[in-house]
């Protein structure tokens, strides 16, 4: 084989290699695409899709001023007594600091993450950076509606 065939079948290989290696990189696969669910449904689920529902029973659930719960991803709060929806505020359960666990402080009147005490009002508002010496920023606030004794919140 000569030099100038060498070098013309080199560069026809390295030519293919980068093609396949970029259309395999940017491939549109819609697999990687988040797809709505309704995690309310059957008690709660994996929340964080647009569009999803999770729901609280009211009669079994969050029935006095200061409780609170997790399911489906969503924070529940209840803020006042009644069952009207800004009786109540539902945000995201996670930290987004690094994901910890949020809990509801009822003497502070604030959100409280348990792994570095960063601190939210009822709003989501950011009251107290993390311990750690890092930032986080403010929670998402969900929508809530209130249907007979079901506590909704609309994840979007």
């Not at 065939?5 to 491939?27: N, P, R, W």
């Not at 647009?50 to 803020?79: A, E």
């Not at 930290?95 to 601190?119: E, F, K, Y």
């Amino acid at each position: 084989m000569e030099r100038n065939e060498f070098i013309k079948s080199l560069g026809l290989g390295i030519a293919l290699v980068c093609t396949g290696s970029c259309l395999s990189g940017c491939g549109g696969g819609k697999g990687d695409d988040p797809t709505p669910t309704d995690p309310g449904a059957g008690g709660g689920g994996g929340g964080g899709t647009v569009g999803s529902k999770v729901n609280v029973d009211l009669g079994t659930q969050l029935q006095s001023v200061g409780s609170f719960l997790s399911t489906g991803g969503v924070l529940f709060v209840r803020l006042a007594a009644g069952n009207a929806a800004n009786s109540f505020v539902a945000t995201q359960a996670a930290c987004p600091h690094q994901g910890g666990t949020l809990n509801w402080v009822q003497a502070s009147n604030v959100i409280q993450c348990s792994l570095h005490a960063s601190r939210y009002s009822p709003s989501g508002a950011v009251v107290a950076q993390p311990n750690d010496g890092g930032t986080t920023t403010a929670l998402k606030v969900y929508s809530t509606v209130v249907t007979g004794n079901t506590l909704t919140a609309t994840i979007s």
